[in-house]
């Protein structure tokens, strides 16, 4: 084969694999844990297609769904009695070591941009930040208006001591009967600052 045949030959071959080893990837949507930037940890914002980075963790019924506008909005059923109260068993992100370092002895303030599922809609959404075995916010059962409206709590971290464990931010419906489900569009993380000394 002449060389003015054979080189463009082989640079189409080259890119047609490239192309077909991306192509697995394309449109994929994000998951694993949930990480930083690496320069700015003041706010971690999971919304849009990163909700997809939602574990479910129990039987939970957990998907992505389209809003009017087209973003992704993350829709979280649970029937009543189905979820324990461990936090990293029910629907939940999963937080990156990254976060887990910045976020360790600050207060940091949670936020969810949630609203009730049209059908089957809950009144409440439970919010829980956990260091796993250092401690955790509890559940904060807060109350939802119909429309997309934030809601928040604050918490103070503890320190790392000893080796660094997993962090989470679970999430969930109020479920006092059969079955509820919430329509979720953003969460925001934020380091408010060190948390206050304890009292002497």
Known sequence: MKDRLFF????????????????PGIGRLPSGAVAGDGVNYNQIIIADEYLNKVIAGGDALTRLERSASGAYVLYIEV???????????????????????QMAGQRIRVTARVRPAPDRGAMQVRLNYSTG?????????????????????????????????????????????????ILIEKVVIERLGPSPAPPA
């Open 8 to 23: 463009p030959l082989t640079i189409l071959l080259v890119g047609m694999l490239i192309w077909l080893a991306l192509l």
């Open 79 to 101: 029937a009543a009695g189905a979820l324990t109260e461990a936090p990293e068993l029910g629907p939940h992100f999963r937080l990156a070591g990254d976060i887990e370092m």
């Open 133 to 181: 075995r250092a401690g955790e916010s509890g559940w904060q059962a807060l109350a939802l208006q119909p429309d997309f409206t934030d809601v928040s709590f604050e918490y103070d971290v503890p320190p790392i001591t000893g080796e660094t464990g997993v962090d989470y931010l679970a999430i969930r419906p109020e479920v006092p009967e059969k079955v509820r489900a």
